[in-house]
């Protein structure tokens, strides 16, 4: 098998969607990218996880040609190849349509910083992006879902090396991460805080932001130069 390490992680990833119940039926996708050899392994399209394998997995290149596969790719594919392009850091990518996230996507609200949860993996709102233009999705609606979260990073000067998630308005999720799995573990932890903010304001609607020096507090001990957390 062609290809084989990378099928192998992209399958691993998509299987920890199922794991971690982040999607119905098929509704979540993963990809793997090596950027020496410029490709990417995806889910296959319309593939229930049970029936998933590592040979399986599409294999698409940068120009967004299958390289190797008889199977059609995820109907996400152009989304992630956009991110690759736009985000030349990031290693892989998940889209799921997990409940509470999708909830605050479709109320097209960032997620504040409510508590220390959140300040662990990022020291500012998880952003939303707007709407898309009537001609963008007539174009090409997969592609120009990648370059609106593109645009939407720019706009908000946001680094996508350390905010690895974002909320696309009226749709749902997409995380990246160092891998493929690392991806997926991210699209986990979004899900647990968009849930946890909705209690919170459920709770007490007029809850405010965590204060900056306990979110940078929370961040510093755990990537900062001086993180304690964890074992050495
Ligand atoms: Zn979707």
Redesign the pocket.
Known sequence: MEYKTLREEAFEANMEIARQKLAKYT?GNASAFDPDKGVFAIKPSGVPYEELKPESMVVIDLTGHTVDSTLRPSS?TETHRILYLGFPSIRGIC?T?STYAVAWAQSRLSVPVLGTTHADHNTHEIPCTGFMSADAVKHDYELETGNLIIRTFQSRKEDPDITTMVLVAG??PFTWGESAVHAVYHSAILEEICKMAYLTLTINPRTQPLPEYIIHKHWERKHGAKAYYGQK
């Open positions: 509704w996400d889209h349509h749709h749902g």
